[in-house]
């Protein structure tokens, strides 16, 4: 008599197959135990699969293993091509009472996956039971840190399953895990490609059958099943098509709409318009506060925090540094020099060497301190220690133009640091016997330098900080020469040529003309007194503007 529990004469013969290779490898034991159960088992090939070689505690029992072997009905996957049972199995609890209990939950997997399609699949799984363990033993889902999780497809994984005791080393895991790699199990049994080994590997990309690279992801039917099991993550499936589709689009189309677009400023309500963080000491960030020349911004004061401004869409800004468009401050806090509508108290004197400098910003100098000033004398290069030891080095030592150069911005930016900051922070006139003006017509017109590097070096180093005041003590090299040569012994500089020095005059004139409102020429040439009057006219000048 027919029965539901029994299986035909063909399916027999495939069952005992597969259960005699799964001896094979499991050991006779638990062969023997499924091979007990075969012909109770089921009458298809999968319930024979599943009755017999997976019967009670048998190998692979998965979710179904404490189990009375089920009465199933031959079922399609889902996926064409996965083994897992899974997608082979349905329970028959409907049709048959003695499984009502024991296949309940597989009853609502079942509803939970997609109504499987029919076809091809026996040969698939004759395959991958003729293949012994198969996705049942010792194919344990790799951990997802760690070394084991980081083999490729084709590497072993560590047995990590908790199932019943296996002989050896084989184990089963439990059926929630065994579910969730049953696809990769697919593969590793999936026919190698010819030439191989029989090792199990992943398809090159240029094996694709559609003819395009598949970075990483496969596209073949048959292997979807597989990757859908190793994506799934907390219970959930994406839809491989889906996923497919996006990895397939290109770049532009994976590009978040909207999220790029810009959108008119006019068009934003209040509530979307950017919020910017401004330092609280910014002009900006304080709309009444002028920013206008000559008033230095300042730093942040230490312990302000930064504030939160609104900025409009269209509202002007500030300038918010003294010098708009020259170097901003590097993090340094630039002390203020003055009180707003003072005179510029740093003054500079420039030109050739014996042209009467020195001699000259000693009359400076009185005339400031009889008027009660505090007033700070030095030179360049020098004005600290470091700055004259670089000055020794650029004045006697043998150098090319960008090595002297190089040298004097280092130590102007000593000086300036060390010297200059702090005495105009102190509200103290600072009198510096030459400075960048220098560089460019010693460096720059005498020697020929670029004059485009040696302006970068300025604002690199100086930051923004300009003499207020220059007097350019100009007189005809050949005279300068004579005034020298009476009184010392020449440095590097001093023994150059009167053509040296004509470019030396020629580079002064340029930075004068280039900044009319700072410089002023002094004619060198007349006697001491004559050149000490132009001086302090100037002087007087200066100090009446504001
Ligand atoms: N107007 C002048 N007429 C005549 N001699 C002067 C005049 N001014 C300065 N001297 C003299 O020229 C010499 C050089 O003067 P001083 O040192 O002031 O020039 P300098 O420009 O500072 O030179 P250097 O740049 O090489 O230091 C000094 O001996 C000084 O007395
Ligand atoms: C600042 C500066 C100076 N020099 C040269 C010019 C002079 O020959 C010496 C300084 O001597 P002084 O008696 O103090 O005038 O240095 C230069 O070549 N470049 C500079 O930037």
Known sequence: MDSPHRLGPGARRVAGRIAGRRRELVGLALAGSAAAAAPAGGRT???????????????GACRHRHRPAPAVRLVPPVRPGCAHPRWQLRSRTRRHPANAAGHAGAGARSAAHPAPARGRHTARVARCAGRGAGPDVGQRRPRRRGAAGR?????????LGRGPVLPGHLRLQPARQRSDRAAPCLRRHAAPPSGSLGHPRARPAAEDPRGRADPGLHHREGDRPCRRARTRVGGLHQPPAHRHAAADR?????????????????????????????????????????????????????????????????????????NAGRAQSGGEQVPAGRPVNAPGRFITAEGIDGAGKTTHLDAVEAWLRQRGHGVLRTREPGGTALAETLRELVLHRPMDALTEALLVFAARRDHLQQTIEPALAAGTWVLCDRFTDATFAYQGHGRGFDTGVLAALETWVQQGRQPDLTLWFDVDPAVAAARRSAVRTADRFEAEDLAFFRRVRDGYAARAGAAPARFVRIDAAGAPDTVRQAVLAALETHAATA
């Open 45 to 59: 090939l999968r319930g024979a699969r599943h009755g017999t070689a997976r019967g009670g505690r048998g190998l």
């Open 151 to 159: 083999r490729g497809r084709g590497g072993r994984r560590p047995a």
């Open 250 to 322: 290109p770049d532009h189309h994976l590009r978040a709409r909207g999220g790029l677009r810009r959108q008119p400023a006019q068009a934003r309500p209040d509530h979307r318009r950017p919020l910017q963080h401004l330092p609280a000491w910014w002009p900006a960030t304080e709309p009444d506060r002028d920013a206008q020349p000559g008033v230095d911004p300042g730093g942040p004061e230490p312990g302000r925090e930064q504030g939160a401004v609104l900025r409009g869409p269209r509202r002007r800004q500030q300038p918010v540094q003294r």
